[in-house]
């Protein structure tokens, strides 16, 4: 028998718990070993739980219960997750989490803690939630040279965004909305300012690479900006507006990483992922394009995507399960000098000074909007366009970058 530790008693860790007992003889069965919930770690009273029994309040039964060779991290957060993932890992526990901010701020060196103690540290469900991707990179990929990754990372943006497009609504009103139903929290910065897709790509992006990527230095645009009317000029070019965390490799070091909407053709395949559904777009260099689409979050697709690496776990006990992801930093390259043809919304009456500023587009202009028109413009760099959209100052009503 293998004990098992929650960490946390929230939506996910809760989940974690209703998997493994709703689900248990197939668990046991797939993991070659029975396992059991002993402890659940939380500074609350659970009254009236099932489990209030394996409630507990102090990290250290679990750390020094020789017998519980798994936890689950479930907390959030880099405080006292990261502590107490570290000290388990230090004890030869596995360790598998949801927790993508501490992933991407630590994981090189909680792998190697994991590989110094003869132990796993295990993150499906940090990028995608249920989306099994982790170990398509790490597994099924392996002959593969990934080139690029560019995903639908997060939920809330996604439904927000799609819900503006359908119903012409505008942000605020959208994300009052998605606060209602649970899809967005009460302070949702993390989620429409492109944060939890940075630290999502900086996880992939580490594996592509085989070398740590810093989210914090990955170029980051929200969603907040996007209005009803880039939707309508979107829907009369033949494209929609999504949140993409984009990867490219440049060479072995170096890469290009971004997060930003982008106004993306109706062929492209993100285009039909909507709602809260996530999808990651993965290039190799032999395979060409796969995709990985599912529920990007929600209690019970993230719980199971935790379990599924408690199993991998409990099948190599003592073994350590390779994942390349090294100290080492990645270079990202200067995000000024990358190109994009962007699609700008400007004043009525500039027309003119658009064209004279950006020769070679293409204006869009939509019957019944008089205040306003679309300039879709060639290939520019990043920077050269900054300096442009300065120098035409207030005439600029938004921006966004055109992809495939």
């Known amino acids: 028998m293998i004990k098992v530790a929650v960490l946390g008693y929230g939506t996910v860790g809760s989940g974690v718990v209703e998997v493994i007992e709703k689900n248990q003889a197939m668990v046991n069965k797939k993991a070659g070993e029975e396992l059991e919930i002993a402890y659940i770690l939380d500074l609350r009273e659970f009254p009236g739980d099932p489990y209030e029994d394996k409630v507990v309040h102090d990290v250290n039964v679990i750390l020094e219960d020789p017998d519980v060779k798994i936890v689950c991290e479930t907390m959030g957060g880099v405080g006292a997750a990261y502590q107490f993932t570290k000290a388990a890992l230090e004890r030869g526990k596995s360790v598998c989490t949801s927790n993508k901010e501490l992933v991407a701020k630590y994981g090189p060196e909680l792998l190697q803690t994991a590989r110094e103690h003869a132990c796993n540290y295990l993150f499906e469900a940090s990028v995608g939630g249920g989306i099994p991707i982790i170990r398509p990179l790490n597994y099924s990929l392996t002959s593969e040279k990934i080139e690029a990754i560019t995903g639908i990372l997060n939920g809330t943006t996604n439904y927000i965004l799609t819900k503006m497009e359908r119903e012409g609504a505008d942000f605020d009103e959208v994300l ?152 080492e930093e990645a270079v990202l390259a200067d995000s000024s000098k990358s190109a994009s043809a962007f699609y700008l919304r400007a004043k009525a009456g500039s027309q003119e000074a658009v064209k004279a500023v950006i020769p070679g587009g293409r204006i869009l202009e939509l019957p019944g909007r008089d205040e306003d028109f679309a300039y879709f413009t060639p290939v520019l760099e990043e920077g050269a366009f900054e300096k442009i959209c300065e120098g035409l100052g207030d005439l600029i009503l938004g921006r966004i970058r055109l992809d495939a």
């Open 176 to 327: 009052k909305k998605a606060q209602e139903k649970g899809y967005a929290e009460r302070n949702p910065e993390a989620d429409v300012e492109g944060h939890d897709a940075c630290r999502k790509i900086a996880i992939l992006s580490s594996l592509m690479m085989g070398k740590n990527v810093d989210s914090e230095k990955i170029k980051t645009e929200g969603i907040t900006k996007i209005t009803p009317a880039d939707f309508e000029y979107a829907k009369a070019s033949g494209r929609t507006i999504k949140l993409l965390a984009r990867a490219k490799a440049l060479d072995e070091n170096t890469l290009q990483a971004m997060v930003a909407p982008a106004m993306i053709s109706r062929e492209n395949p993100l285009a039909m992922v909507n709602d809260v559904f996530n999808a990651v777009l993965v290039t190799g260099n032999m395979l060409g394009d796969s995709m990985y689409y599912g529920r990007g979050a929600g209690k019970l697709p993230t719980a199971s995507a935790v379990v599924s690496d408690v199993i991998d776990c409990a099948r190599h006990q003592g073994k350590v399960i390779m994942c390349f992801w090294d100290k």
